[in-house]
């Protein structure tokens, strides 16, 4: 089944202990993007890759890092969260040009 | 720059009545649009799309939507509401010229179906 994964689905964390959520999809797509979605605000974009090693930041990418070593995976890392990371996640990915994001279950993130 | 705006972050309908949910769209050129809905504790899933060709589109679950550019929208619409229905709906664009697909979204519209 084609789809994007993302573990865990819901963590609660303290102010500056690093975490990282990961993602990963099995329909060999180029493009993958990280998303908070916040009431009122719909989804922003936090950062995107093209491809393995190319990455860019999207609207909102203070306080985070990404990596992309591995097509399929591009885990989102907070190096020092704060409670104003606290949000909901989503992880998406598609063919470049694709008309179409496949989108990830969601990761529910509080920072205490 | 691009944005969108769905107006009404929450919407009450009644079973059986007509659903409409408001997208407007600021581009230079018409972008790509796009409608998802998201279910309680889920992602989000792509309803229906525009890209060119006919500009009235129909989607899954029996939704339509209609891209009007000289009224820069692209306004959802079903005729008879589910309670199945009841979801977050996203209104997206993307730019023509972006290959890499980076999608601009709306703040959402809340749908509430009533018995």
């Known amino acids: 089944e084609a789809q994007v994964t993302q573990n865990p689905r819901y963590l609660i964390t303290v102010t500056g202990k690093k975490l990282t959520v990961t993602c990963s999809q099995n329909?060999?797509?180029?493009?993958m993007s990280w998303y908070r979605q916040d009431p009122g605000l719909g989804l922003r974009q936090i950062y995107y890759?093209?491809?393995?090693?190319?990455?860019d930041k999207g609207d909102v990418p203070e306080g985070y890092k990404v990596s992309r070593k591995e097509k399929r995976n591009f885990p989102l890392i907070l190096e020092s969260p704060s409670p104003n990371q606290t949000s909901l996640y989503f992880c998406?990915?598609?063919?470049?040009?694709?008309?179409?994001?496949?989108f990830g279950p969601g990761t529910r993130l509080t920072v205490t | 720059a691009q944005s969108v705006t769905q107006l009404g972050s929450h919407v009450s309908v009644s079973e059986g009545a007509l659903v409409l949910l408001r997208c407007n769209y600021s581009s230079s050129v018409p972008p790509y649009l796009f409608w998802y809905v998201q279910y309680p504790n889920q992602g989000l899933q792509l309803l229906l799309k525009?890209?060119?060709?006919?500009?009235l589109v129909k989607g899954i679950n029996g939704f339509e939507a209609e891209f009007k550019k000289s009224e820069t929208s692209f306004h959802l619409t079903k005729p008879s509401a589910h309670m199945s229905d009841a979801a977050e709906y996203f209104c997206a664009v993307r730019s023509t010229t972006d290959s890499w697909g980076k999608l601009q979204f709306g703040a959402g519209t809340q749908v509430v179906v009533t018995p």
């Open positions: 998406a990915s598609s063919r470049p040009g694709g008309n179409e994001q496949y």
């Open positions: 329909m060999n797509h180029e493009y």
């Open positions: 890759s093209m491809n393995v090693e190319v990455t």
């Open positions: 525009y890209t060119t060709g006919a500009t």
